[in-house]
């Protein structure tokens, strides 16, 4: 660890090195070099990004127009937009003689990483910083981006990956749950759904973050306002509708995605509310009419996804996601479900 922090902090202190954060891909520490200033040190998940490079790129050019965007509008950028730092030879990876990629950003102060609120107003904060970011990427050449992780959200191919899971059923898990996949299954018509409106052209191809759950929008520890959105590793061409969808997914939810006690996950109507008044008072000028009608169809679809994603890693044998007992994908799933049946048409 400690070659891999001074790659890029020459000065820091190894000893203040700390796990940080709850994501189930990477693995995140925080690190304070010698002026106390803390850092976000991340080992990049490589059976799920095997381009590391690219996504790198990806999040530097998004970046760097965000910062002109802001710039331009003379405002400041230092605490809304991440920066990484680059190692002496100028890369933004570093890599370890084992194989292992490594990158390091600066540690947004006074900000908080919410896995869950309650109170409608931070939701609308949250609501803002997401709309925040499509207003500043508006105008980004989508299509120079590269699809790290393709047909991400497309979710016809995600059906029909689940559907193979189900048919091979290698963890001989299947029958189990054979509710769930029959759930998932009677609603097929629905993975296609926002599929056939980008191919149609009826929705316009923006940038996209492709993970905005509530925990990647920062929110200011004092006013609760928005400050900065961060985890950019799935920025990619995609619909607002997903981004939309996906924040829906977290914010609002009565309770964590693996919550165990069914019963507990609710789809909050007042937070989804509160939410898309931020996200429309942000970006609602910019986006056309298929977008705007259509932004609950992006919930529906994002949950409907997520579920299937969680299902399909349970019946692979968890391959995919992080879990921490042997049920957690099919908790995860369950929640899902739950929330998806919750959720108005
Ligand atoms: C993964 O690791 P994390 O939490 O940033 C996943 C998202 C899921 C999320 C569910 C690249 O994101 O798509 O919505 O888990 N990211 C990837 O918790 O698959
Ligand atoms: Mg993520």
Not at 68 to 94: H, I
Not at 261 to 278: H, I, Q, T, W, Y
């Amino acid at each position: 660890m400690e070659k891999i922090i001074r790659a890029f902090l020459p000065g820091a202190d190894v000893a203040s090195l700390a796990p940080l954060g709850e994501g189930i891909i990477n693995t995140t520490f925080s690190v304070s070099d010698a002026d106390g200033k803390r850092y976000v040190i991340q080992k990049v998940n490589t059976n799920v990004f095997p381009d590391p490079y690219s996504v790198m790129e990806n999040t530097a050019n998004v970046t760097d127009w965000m910062r002109k965007r802001l710039a331009e509008e003379g405002k400041c950028f230092d605490r809304c937009v991440p920066l990484f730092l680059q190692t002496e030879e100028g890369d933004y990876l570093y890599r370890t003689p084992e194989g292992g990629f490594w990158r390091c950003s600066r540690l947004i102060e006074g900000a908080t990483a919410h896995v869950h609120v309650t109170d409608p107003a931070l939701l609308y904060n949250a609501g803002k910083g997401y709309g925040e970011f499509v207003r500043l990427t508006d105008g980004f050449p989508a299509g120079t981006l590269t699809e790290v992780l393709p047909d991400f959200h497309n979710t016809k191919k995600r059906f029909q990956a689940f559907l193979e899971a189900v048919e091979k059923d290698v963890a001989g898990r299947a029958r189990e749950v054979d509710r769930e996949i029959h759930y998932l299954k009677e609603r097929e018509e629905l993975a296609g759904s926002i599929v056939a409106m980008l191919e149609s052209g009826e929705l316009p191809l923006r940038v996209t973050h492709n993970d905005t759950k509530l925990s990647n929008v920062l929110l200011d520890d004092v006013t609760g306002e928005a400050v900065c959105v961060i985890d950019l590793d799935t920025v990619m061409p995609g619909t607002v509708l997903y981004d939309f969808g996906d924040a829906i997914r977290s914010g609002a939810a009565s309770a964590a995605e693996d919550e165990p006690k069914l019963d507990r996950m609710n789809f909050v109507s007042e937070n989804c509310k509160a939410f898309k008044e931020g996200f429309l008072e942000a970006c609602g000028e910019i986006l056309v009419p298929a977008e705007v009608n259509n932004l609950m169809l992006g919930a529906r679809v994002i949950v409907y996804e997520q579920a299937m994603r969680f299902l399909t890693d349970y019946l692979n044998g968890d391959t995919y996601y992080k879990t921490l007992f042997p049920g957690h994908n099919l908790i995860r799933a369950r929640t899902q479900i739950r929330l998806f049946s919750q959720i108005p048409e």
